[in-house]
């Protein structure tokens, strides 16, 4: 308020006192999706905390948006709701308009927009989406809260995206390795990754751990495998 | 939309039950330039004739058959000066849609926006009907499409049509000449026939123009391009 300032306490004024409300919270949280040739997967841990405290050890960060397409999101958990709830109020209503489904790299620039919206008191969120696109091919889009959007074939997000990342740029892109051919990514490999990759989040990142739910988005539809991390 | 002074619609019904505004505005349309349109089953053809008052006139300058993106393409019936505004509108919907959704936007999406627009003018204070009706062709989903849009702001799915002066004729003809197999060619040579019906004097390649839409996209025919198919009309 005025006349308080941290650095000239001799103005402090008696009486007055700094109410301050901080609209955001990091309730932690990783998302990792793969995508291959003609499947996505996604993975999403199910530990909902804040500080050093958990709320809960069963919340499923995952969003089914269509048959095609599944939202993967992190951060501050109101935020998240209210992203996932307009996103999907916006995808009902543009089929209503078109009398058909929203493509999944639709959903992808249409998210973007829709986080640059509030680019002046942003939704603090860490996006990934995974689905197949209108070729029938894997597709994994990344967002930073206000929107930027890229499409890539692998991409690491939440409290132990840093630490994910650099493994699945090996591990996938065969970064900074000798030797090594290049082959297409098959579905059984990419699920044993995505599991080995949260195991290593959960030894390190105290945000991230108890279980994993993993979508697996194909064009005969989305089946759903949940595996345990440490609970610690 | 209002202007200053009116916050009431100048657009109300009579006794009947009729809008006598939008009636009127009919009117203007079936005063207009013939305009054609033909779905084929590979593609659309939109014509209009542009006939200028004197020799003076600066031919190809202005155009009537205008992109509004890539794949769709749109001519008119009626007043010029309303054309070009809903022209300007239609292009930006477009844009607009693509900055949402990253695709091509629907010519159903398009006509169903620049349809809202013009009814609207028959429901807000202080404005007009548009003098226009709009023949919109476009291509998306693997398949043409051809729809009008009315001052009324209604719409229309057409499998072949024509509006403005002698629609009636053109119709009559399209009827008989229209068949579901036909090619984008000779839907181009049937468009040039409709148009010729009630031409008032000799048809060149400079007092038509002829728009297609297909699978590669929407354009404007070239004026020797009309030439050639001219060529080929008794």
């Known amino acids: 308020m005025l006349g308080i300032n941290d650095n000239f306490p001799e103005y402090a004024l008696p009486g007055v006192k700094k109410v301050h409300f901080e609209p955001y919270a990091d309730n932690g949280g990783s998302i990792v999706a793969i995508a291959g040739d003609d499947f996505a997967v996604i993975g999403a841990d199910t530990r909902l905390s804040t500080g050093f405290s958990i709320y809960t050890r069963e919340q499923k960060k995952l969003f089914k948006l269509s048959d095609q397409t599944v939202l993967g999101a992190t951060g501050c958990w109101c935020d998240t709701l209210t992203l996932t709830r307009l996103l999907q109020a916006r995808m009902q209503m543009y089929e209503h308009e078109h009398n058909k489904a929203m493509t999944t790299p639709a959903v992808a620039q249409m998210l973007s927009t829709m986080l640059y919206y509030k680019r002046f008191f942003p939704y603090y969120v860490s996006n990934i989406l995974a689905g197949i696109d209108s070729e029938g091919k894997g597709c994994v889009y990344s967002y930073d809260p206000i929107g930027h959007c890229e499409r890539s074939t692998y991409r690491a997000g939440g409290s132990a995206g840093a630490q994910l990342q650099p493994l699945l740029d090996n591990q996938i892109g065969l970064k900074n390795m000798q030797n090594v051919t290049e082959a297409p990514l098959p579905k059984e490999k990419a699920l044993a990754l995505l599991k080995d990759v949260f195991i290593s989040a959960a030894e390190r990142d105290i945000y991230t751990g108890d279980s994993i739910y993993i979508l697996i988005i194909t064009a005969n539809g989305i089946q759903e495998e949940k595996f345990e991390l440490r609970k610690d | 939309m209002a ?186 040579h049937t468009a040039i026939l409709t148009l010729k019906e009630g031409f008032e004097g000799q048809m060149t390649a400079d007092n038509i123009e002829v728009g297609i839409c297909d699978a590669a996209g929407f354009r404007r025919l070239e004026p020797a391009h009309v030439k050639d198919y001219l060529a080929n009309i008794p």
Not at chain 2, 148 to 175: H, I, R, V
């Open chain 2, 3 to 188: 202007s200053e002074r009116y916050s009431f619609s100048l657009t109300t019904f009579s006794p009947s039950g009729k809008l006598v505004q939008i009636e009127y505005a009919l009117a203007a349309v079936a005063a207009g330039g013939t305009s054609v349109g033909i779905k084929a089953s590979n593609g659309v053809v939109i014509a209009t004739e542009n006939k200028h008052k004197s020799i003076l006139y600066d031919e190809h300058s202005v155009n009537k058959v205008e992109m509004i993106t890539g794949h769709i393409g749109m001519v008119y019936s009626g007043m010029g000066p309303d054309y070009r505004l809903l022209v300007t509108q239609a292009r930006k919907m477009a844009q607009q849609y693509f900055l949402m959704y990253h695709e091509p936007i629907p010519t159903a999406q398009l006509v169903q926006r620049l349809a809202t627009v013009m009814q609207e003018y028959t429901q807000s204070g202080g404005v007009r009907p548009f003098g226009v009706s709009l023949l919109i062709c476009g291509w998306d989903g693997d398949r043409p499409y051809l729809f009008q849009c009315d001052p009324s702001g209604a719409y229309f799915a057409w499998k072949a049509t024509a509006m403005g002066k002698n629609f009636n004729n053109g119709k009559t003809f399209l009827e008989k000449r229209y068949t579901e197999d036909l090619e984008l060619d000779d839907a181009v």
